[in-house]
């Protein structure tokens, strides 16, 4: 009876020791708040203003696509919650903000 009171004392101690180590702990997300617009010229292939916010290829390549075959992604609801707070109605408009002739403005909805 001993052993199994002071195994359940030690595991609730376990616990609770654990569990407030994880709450001390702050979560690092991408730093996605620059004050700089995020650009991208069409054709240029430099993609510095992805790879300087995020080290995340998988980020780069979901912009990268998005950019190259923006019309797929046009038709695909986006279910995010952004139509609220931004007026996003696809996917696409999670990356790409808007088209100026060769510029293309970035959202920063991509960064997760």
Request: charged share 20%.
């Amino acid at each position: 009876m001993k052993k199994l009171l002071f195994s359940i004392i030690f595991l609730m101690l376990l616990v609770t020791a654990c569990s407030q180590k994880a709450e001390e702990q702050p979560v690092k997300t991408p730093d996605t708040t620059q004050a700089q617009p995020m650009q991208y010229v069409l054709g240029s292939n430099d993609w510095s203003v992805i790879t300087s916010r995020t080290p995340d290829a998988k980020i780069l390549e979901a912009y990268q696509y998005t950019i190259e075959n923006p019309d797929p992604l046009a038709h695909i609801p986006c279910y995010c919650g952004c139509y609220e707070l931004d007026g996003h109605t696809s996917v696409r408009d999670c990356f790409v903000d808007s088209v100026d002739g060769k510029i293309v403005n970035l959202d920063n909805m991509g960064f997760g």
